[in-house]
Each structure stands twice: as structure tokens, then as C-alpha cells.
């Protein structure tokens, strides 16, 4: 670890530290959010710093991109933008975060010492059909937790979808009038390259930092795109989304049901189809994570 | 091979100069036009010379390419965003700053 790495990591931590701070404490929401944006890509920062690509690539997608977008537009919806500042709610959060992170690293650093389940992963790599550790552990040692993970995102889909209630949006027509050429042409242009990068990440999931996440989370972004920049829906676009959010959980359940059919285990798969079965599952749970969190943004609007 | 490795770092350096100077613009310019102009400048020429820096650096074609796409990608999103801002802005009724 040289100088210049330390400096570095001193650097992202305390710069981590200061834009949290000034996103829960600045009065203006619009700055908040901006801070946000750019507190999730400094994170993605920190996670590429401790080795870990895919977190990366997720964190940067949907904590700085995703979660973005949906403040941003939840925003738009609040008439007064500015909160109020006192004291006592500044800096008693403040205080008490700082107490359970030094109670936590206290902890931390007293646990026994344990050299974790790397190894263990490493003997059992040639039995999951991939190359890549992360979607190993993910798809096929603890597939069971990917699972319910996909299941709790259908969960919030459809929480999301009954409770949106048919908006009237006054200003729907001022806007198609103002539709931009640049937008759209520059939404032609990128949906594409996005639907590109994300087969990419889909692909280069079995071998190397990417996978089902990130692939989706890439996919929901150009959706989100389309969505913004008015692009008119085809007509069947609203089925097709109903079915797609509730598709991946269900192939995921299927796929791991007939596991059981000639006797073994649940999300046992046979070692010898494993990386076939992994990547079947992963794009099924890509497009269905797509369509869950472009729907969590909003629905296809008719403009024509 | 050492030549080429200090030309290479002295691209990146500049690159991180335009980067700072962009910097400084957002945070000094006195309204929305001029902070765009100033973030384009750091995103086209600063971006560009890092890569610039980064392509004498890498190995095989395959790597090259994939960072010249990065550039141009970073090129057309930058220059659609500051229009779509510019023109947000010009909506909203915000006047661009005169020297009083």
C-alpha cells in the first residue's frame, strides 16, 4: 500500500462522510438529491477500492442511476422544496450514528479470527458451471437467497402498481408540444447501445464482474429513458410488462422446482448442465428486473 | 518504452487539469450557461486526453477500442445533457447573467 493509496482511500472515506452529511442536513432538496447521486457513485468508488466489481457495477446502476432518477422525479411532485433546520435534529442523529460506529468497529474489532469462506468457494468452483465467484456464490451455492430476493422485488412491484393511482397530468399536453428533437434523437441513439451493454453484462456474468443485477439494472435504465423522453409505446406494451415483472420469480421457481423432479434437492442443479441452468435463470431475472424497476418510476403513458 | 509511459502520464495529467478547471467553473461561474459551458469543456478535452493517455497504456486493439467508445459515448451524452439543461432553464424563465 503505498502513500498515494492511502492518501486516496483517506480521501474517498472522508469525502463519503461529508456528502452523507450534506445530504441530510442541506435545507435546499434539489442539492440533497444531486448529493445523493453523486454520494452513490463515490460509493461505487469505495466497493471497486475493496475488490468487489459486480457490487460496483450494481451500486453505480441502481444506487447512483435508479434511485436518482426516482428522487428526482419524486421531487418534481413536492411543491416546497426547502425544509427547515434545527439544531436538535441535525446533530442528535449526528451523535448518535457516530456512538453505534465506534461501538460497531469496537465489535468489529474484537470478533476471533477467521479466515472466511473463500476457500471454500475456490475448491467447489468447477462444480458450479462458472467462472466467476460472484455469480457462483449468487446463482448456485446460495441460490435459495436469490430466490426470495427476487420474490421480495416482485413484492415491491406490485405494492408499487396498486397503490399508483390513474394521474391526470394537466401539463401532459404542454409537454408533448415541447417535444425535443434532441431528446429524441439522442434516446434513438443511446436506448440501443444500453440494450447492447447490458446483453454484454448478462453474458460476461459467468466469467467475469457482471451478471443478472447489473444486466437489469442497465435494461430498466434505458426503459427509464424511453419513458422520459416520450417515446410512444407500442400497444402491447402494457401485457408484455405485466408479464415480464412476474416471469423471472416464476422460471426462477420452476427451474428450481424440477430440480426436484429426479430426486435431488431444491436448486440442486446437475453439474454437468449447472452453467446452462445459471445462465437460462440470469436472463430471465435480467428482463424481470428491468421491467420491476422501470415500473417503480413509472407507467408506459400514451403519447401520441 | 519509458517515453512512451511519460508521454502517456503527461496526457493524464492534463486531462486532470481540464477536469479541475471544469471544477472550478461550476463552482465559481455565476449562472446555469456558463457552469454548463465550463462542465462540457472539462467532459470533451478532459476526458479526451485522459483516454488519449490511456490508449498508449493499454495492449491489445480490443481495450483501445472499447475506450475510444467510451469517449464518444461520454462526447454525445455530455453535449445532449447541457443542451436538454440549457433549454430546461431557458423554459423556466432563467436569464442568463449580464455584467452589471
Known amino acids: 500500500m503505498s502513500i498515494f493509496d492511502t492518501a486516496f482511500d483517506l480521501l474517498l472515506a472522508a469525502s463519503m462522510v461529508w456528502l452523507a452529511w450534506n445530504v441530510l442536513t442541506s435545507k435546499d432538496l434539489f442539492r440533497a438529491v444531486v448529493l445523493f447521486i453523486v454520494f452513490g457513485i463515490i460509493t461505487s468508488l469505495a466497493w471497486i477500492r475493496l475488490d468487489a466489481p459486480d457490487v460496483a457495477l450494481a451500486e453505480a446502476a441502481i444506487g447512483a442511476g435508479l434511485t436518482g432518477v426516482l428522487f428526482l422525479d419524486a421531487l418534481g411532485y413536492i411543491r416546497n422544496s426547502n425544509r427547515s433546520g434545527s439544531l436538535i435534529k441535525k446533530f442528535l442523529p449526528g451523535a448518535l450514528t457516530a456512538g453505534l460506529c465506534l461501538v ?4 468489529v474489532s474484537g470478533l476471533p479470527e ?12 468447477e462444480n458450479s458451471g462458472v467462472s466467476n465467484s460472484v455469480t457462483a456464490v449468487l446463482l448456485n451455492f446460495r441460490g435459495y437467497d436469490t430466490l426470495l430476493e427476487v420474490g421480495v422485488l416482485l413484492l415491491a412491484a406490485t405494492g408499487v402498481l396498486s397503490l399508483r393511482t390513474v394521474e391526470v397530468d394537466v401539463n401532459r399536453q404542454e409537454a408533448i408540444k415541447h417535444r425535443d428533437p434532441v431528446l429524441s434523437a439522442f434516446s434513438r441513439l443511446i436506448a440501443p447501445l444500453m440494450v447492447l451493454a447490458s446483453c454484454y453484462l448478462l453474458y460476461a456474468g459467468t466469467y467475469a464482474p457482471g451478471g443478472a443485477f447489473q444486466a437489469g439494472a442497465v435494461l430498466a435504465s434505458s426503459l427509464v429513458l424511453l419513458r422520459i423522453s416520450d417515446f410512444p409505446p407500442p400497444a402491447w406494451i402494457k401485457a408484455v410488462t405485466r408479464s415480464m415483472i412476474a416471469a423471472g420469480f ?5 427451474t428450481a422446482g424440477a430440480s426436484m423432479i429426479n430426486g435431488r434437492n431444491l436448486l440442486q442443479y ?6 446452462s441452468i445459471i445462465f437460462f435463470i440470469e436472463t430471465a431475472l435480467a428482463i424481470s428486473i428491468a421491467f420491476i424497476l422501470a415500473e417503480l418510476f413509472s407507467e408506459w403513458k400514451d403519447n401520441r | 518504452m519509458h517515453i512512451i509511459e511519460l508521454i502517456s502520464g503527461l496526457l493524464i495529467i492534463s486531462g486532470g ?15 446555469v450557461y456558463t457552469r454548463l459551458h465550463a462542465l462540457t469543456k472539462a467532459d470533451n478535452l478532459g476526458l479526451g486526453l485522459t483516454i488519449a493517455g490511456l490508449l498508449l497504456a493499454t495492449d491489445t486493439l480490443t481495450y483501445a477500442i472499447k475506450l475510444m467508445l467510451i469517449w464518444a459515448i461520454v462526447l454525445l451524452t455530455g453535449a445532449s445533457i447541457c443542451y436538454l439543461t440549457a433549454s430546461a432553464a431557458l423554459r423556466s424563465k432563467v436569464l442568463p447573467w449580464r455584467k452589471q
Open chain 1, 104 to 107: 460497531i468497529l469496537a465489535v
Open chain 1, 114 to 125: 477467521n479466515e472466511g469462506l473463500a476457500a471454500l468457494v475456490m475448491n467447489n468452483m
Open chain 1, 250 to 254: 416464476l422460471i426462477f421457481l420452476i
Open chain 1, 270 to 275: 446437475p453439474s454437468e448442465q449447472a452453467g
Open chain 2, 17 to 31: 487539469f481540464f477536469f479541475f478547471a471544469g471544477t472550478i467553473g461550476l463552482l465559481r461561474f455565476p449562472d
